[in-house]
């Protein structure tokens, strides 16, 4: 076998980690799933999803129920994995691996860019619990630069809640569970050994993004499904927040996946 087609096949082997064949970086590991029936060359769409604690990307990967809205809406889904299972976020006060997340994802999304041709004006993130927190975090660090819109689920902030962010203003939306025992809407202390963490408030999530992103105390509200959404979109910098409670716990409500295709497709150019 020549050099050249040596060479050319091990490029064209390493650019394929999809579904449950993860994509190295130099922190560590994601995974990918294009969308079914992708010409190899249009622009595509990307969603970035944090898992939560002691989750795993397989969760999502191996879920058609997940993997089938974002193909159906021609989006690329990137799952990142966690170390040891966990995330490491700013302020948390818990055992992480101490991983820099921020390098991570910037890592992860240049590889992605190197794997595949992104449209750079529709890259958005989300995340579930923990993961949900780590979104929050990295939305607001790279915000606008690097993401369309944001979409946490059932996490946010650790206490002390950032007085602002170094990325510019990205449209938000916060989705809880008014019956959340986990991360309770309200917030809580959390124990590790002798490590001592608080969860935010969700009224101190929404206040912090609707300061960076300027928007005024207008607001409407909204049922959607089995979400109460209040939304305010008065905002200096152009973009949204909004807070969706629904009457569940520290779940995925039916439909999610579908919700958060539909709030990302808000933002395409």
Do not use: K
Not at 108 to 126: A, G, T
Not at 142 to 170: H, I, K, N, R, Y
């Amino acid at each position: 076998m020549s050099p050249l087609l040596l060479s050319l096949l091990t490029v064209i082997a390493c650019s394929r980690c999809e579904g449950d064949s993860p994509c190295a970086v130099e922190s560590g590991r994601y995974y990918a799933v294009p969308p079914a029936g992708w010409d190899g060359e249009s622009p595509l769409p990307v969603a970035l999803h944090f898992h939560g604690w002691t989750g795993h990307p397989a969760q999502y990967y191996a879920n058609p129920a997940v993997t089938e809205p974002f193909s159906d809406a021609g989006i690329l889904l990137v799952l990142p994995e966690g170390i040891d299972a966990t995330w490491t976020v700013d302020n948390m006060g818990l055992q992480g691996s101490h991983r820099d997340e921020i390098a991570f994802v910037e890592e992860v999304l240049s590889d992605v860019r190197e794997r595949w041709p992104v449209d750079d004006d529709r890259v958005f993130v989300s995340g579930f619990s923990l993961g949900a927190s780590l979104a929050h975090v990295v939305a607001c660090e790279l915000g606008g630069d690097q993401f369309t819109a944001a979409s946490p689920m059932s996490g946010g902030f650790w206490e002390p809640v950032p007085t602002t962010c170094a990325g510019p203003p990205v449209p938000v939306c916060h989705i809880h569970g008014l019956n959340d025992s986990t991360w309770p809407i309200e917030g809580r202390e959390v124990t590790e050994g002798d490590a001592v963490g608080w969860q935010v408030p969700v009224e101190e999530d929404i206040a912090m993004w609707r300061s960076h992103n300027g928007c005024t105390e207008a607001s409407r509200e909204e049922i959607m499904g089995p979400l109460t959404c209040t939304i305010w979109e008065d905002c200096a910098s152009g973009s949204v927040v909004e807070l969706c409670v629904h009457d569940g716990g520290h779940e995925r409500f039916d439909g999610w996946v579908e919700r958060e295709v539909a709030w990302f497709d808000r933002f395409a150019p």
